[in-house]
């Protein structure tokens, strides 16, 4: 373990190559800094699914973002993703969905635009393209966005933007994608499900989680 300090005080330590963490001397320590990571996870074998939950504390932060970097499946399935109540992911058809896609195909630029999605049982986090598959140098890379999940007087929106080359093994398809869901259930979250809409799992990425301080 390596300790850092300042004037011959302890002010953090390191072990390995995990997270420096502050000494319980440094005054005011939790309010150091505007984003804290809530949760991170590297996946280290292949799942259907990801649930982030029990990290939502809307009295410390303003709001929060989920980063989705490097995912990759090992078949063919779309990024989506549920809000979870009490711990599970809310299967209910309350999610609305609008976005827009601007694709590249071998070149040829198009603006495709999804806003059907009204009463779906899970959000899109792109039109509907298949998450770069394994086998390809290609991989999606996101964030959600949104604000006070834990009010339970008001549905909850999403914001979400990405990229990805190639759909499923198809390489000649390159896209930027921006949207939004609006959760349309007046109920406190715990959390956010990661789903493939496929029946094949990811098999690579990251997932973290930021909160924003007040």
């Known amino acids: 373990m390596s300790t850092f300090q300042l004037n011959s005080k302890d002010f953090a ?3 390995s190559s995990a997270e420096p963490v502050l000494a319980s001397t440094v005054t005011g320590g939790e309010s150091i800094g505007a984003v804290k990571v809530l949760y991170s996870n590297t996946l280290s074998s292949a799942v259907a699914t990801v649930d982030i939950n029990g990290y939502f504390d809307d ?3 303003s709001h929060y973002k989920l980063a989705l970097c490097g995912l990759q499946c090992d078949g063919d399935g779309r990024p989506k993703f549920r809000a979870m109540t009490a711990g599970s992911a809310d299967t209910s058809a309350v999610y609305w969905t609008s976005c827009m ?3 590249s195909n071998a070149g040829t630029p ?3 635009h999804l806003a059907s999605d ?3 049982t899970s959000s899109h986090l792109n039109g509907s393209y298949h998450v770069p598959r394994d086998s390809t140098t290609a991989s999606y890379d996101g964030e959600i966005t949104f604000s006070t999940p834990q009010a339970s007087d008001k ?3 999403f914001y979400w933007r990405g990229s990805q080359g190639s759909s499923g093994t198809t390489a000649t398809f390159y896209m930027v994608f921006v949207g939004a869901t609006i959760f349309k259930e007046n109920t406190a979250l715990t959390g956010i499900s990661i789903i493939n809409g ?3 799992d990811y098999s690579s990425g990251s997932f973290t989680l930021y909160g924003y301080k007040k």
Do not use: F, H, K, R
Request: proline letters at 0%.
């Open 198 to 200: 496929g029946s094949d």
């Open 118 to 120: 009204d009463g779906a």
């Open 101 to 103: 896609n601007i694709l």
């Open 155 to 157: 549905a909850t929106q």
């Open 13 to 15: 330590s390191q072990t």
């Open 59 to 61: 009295t410390i932060y």
């Open 110 to 112: 198009s603006i495709e």
